[in-house]
């Protein structure tokens, strides 16, 4: 009987480790791969664009994506956050800002050992992407340049032409500047600027081309020290001071509004002859909620150069990919010329790869395809984010009346040179 019943159970356990291992077998075939995709927003309602896209990729795999869309106002500290903590992305986006930062730390995998030479023909704005002695991102956002939008009925009301200097620019604004219910204050401006942004993104539209215009720029060319506070930055920053208290043609919101918001609320219902801001605003923005607005677009003014700004963000892999081959094919997934085709349906741009069909404004085409050089990136350089930052805040307190343009651009360059003698 004693040998009958060690006999069962040893049946017994035999078979409940088997099954164990079976479905510990099972368990583990069936958990998909996951790749953790961090992106901001380029338009509106991104992540019901990008979804279809993703899903072809996590079928022709079997694996999980899981896409997470960041606010750009803490952007780069989420990134930071994350790295720090072993919770960052496989596969995310970056701005020229932040790669010094996270390539000198090794969090961003150099992409040279991945790519061929098929991939350096197909990409458009491949170039852009090497930086700091390796091939660090693919772009996925380019030639989305800044530009100065005009009233054409405001421009033709005041016998002025479209301006081409800052001295053209600036009579064109004063004239336009009106109180137009004789109520005592102005109620139409020559220039709808805002500068209440909390964080340095409208760097991009309110300084960098109006200091290339000037023919300055933000590092000396050793990338050890910065230039924005020579003769031209401070011929810039003047300048821009100038436009509120010298010349009076912001409105007075002016530092509570960021440029989208002076486009909503100023621009788009006929109150300013001129705004700044995304050339793709004109489609995403005026022309769904002003359809009746009559405006053009001024690529670049002219004072001792042309120049205006457009990013080249790029898609990145991070270091810290679990399985880095299937993580850069999502990369090249979403780069394809079908999924940015699928993609820029919904978000127009212009194309990323040779092949894509310009889905971006017509009205932009010739200028895109012919004036690159005039449109142009930040150049890359160390401790991007703290010195924008910085130089943003600067600037605000000079536009707020709290300093002169001197004072503001010598604190913020006494700043980013000390951390780039670090």
Avoid at 13 to 36: H, N, P, Q, R, Y
Avoid at 366 to 392: C, D, F, N, S
Wanted: no cysteine; net charge negative.
């Amino acid at each position: 009987m004693k040998k009958i019943l060690a006999l069962i159970l040893s049946v017994v356990l035999l078979t409940a480790v088997t099954s164990t291992e079976a479905m510990a077998f099972w368990g583990k075939k069936d958990k998909k791969e996951k790749i953790v995709l961090w992106l901001p927003p380029i338009g509106e309602n991104d992540k019901a664009v990008w979804e279809p896209i993703i899903k072809e990729y996590e079928k022709a795999n079997n694996i999980d994506v899981e896409l997470e869309i960041i606010p750009w106002e803490n952007y780069s500290e989420k990134y930071a956050a994350g790295i720090a903590s072993g919770q960052g992305p496989d596969v995310g986006y970056m701005y020229a800002e932040m790669f010094p930062q996270f390539i000198e730390v090794g969090a961003v995998e150099d992409l040279t050992p991945y790519l061929t030479e098929e991939d350096y023909e197909k990409y458009i704005y491949i170039k852009h992407g090497k930086m700091m002695g390796g091939m660090y991102g693919l772009a996925l956002e380019a030639a989305n340049p800044a530009v100065i939008y005009y009233n054409k009925d405001i421009l033709a009301s005041i016998g002025e032409d479209v301006p081409v200097t800052w001295e053209d620019f600036v009579r064109s604004a004063v004239k336009a500047t009106k109180d137009k219910d004789k109520d005592g204050k102005a109620d139409q401006w020559g220039f709808s600027q805002g500068w209440g942004a909390p964080y340095f993104g409208d760097l991009n539209w309110n300084w960098y081309g109006f200091l290339w215009q000037a023919g300055g720029d933000i590092f000396n060319d050793d990338l050890k020290t910065v230039k924005f506070n020579d003769k031209a930055g401070v011929k810039t920053a003047e300048f821009l001071k100038d436009l509120k208290f010298k010349h009076d043609i912001l409105p007075p919101y002016y530092m509570a509004q960021t440029n989208k918001e002076m486009l909503q609320t100023t621009f788009g219902p006929g109150k300013s002859l001129f705004s700044i801001y995304l050339s793709s605003a004109a489609g995403e923005i005026l022309d769904r909620s002003f359809p009746n607005l009559n405006y053009g677009m001024i690529l670049s003014l002219e004072d001792e150069d042309k120049g205006t700004f457009a990013s080249v963000d790029q898609l990145v892999l991070m270091s810290g990919a679990k399985d880095k081959e299937l993580a850069f094919g999502l990369i090249q997934h979403m780069l394809s010329t079908e999924s940015m085709t699928k993609f820029h349906k919904h978000h127009p741009r212009a194309p990323i790869t040779k092949g894509e069909p310009y889905q971006g404004d017509p009205r932009l085409q010739k200028m895109i395809a012919t004036q690159e050089g005039v449109y142009r990136p930040l150049v890359v350089g160390p401790h991007g984010v703290e010195i924008y930052e910085y130089l943003w805040k600067q600037l605000q307190m000079m536009m707020a009346g709290e300093k002169s343009a001197k004072e503001s651009l010598d604190e913020a360059a006494e700043y980013s040179n000390r951390l780039l003698a670090k």
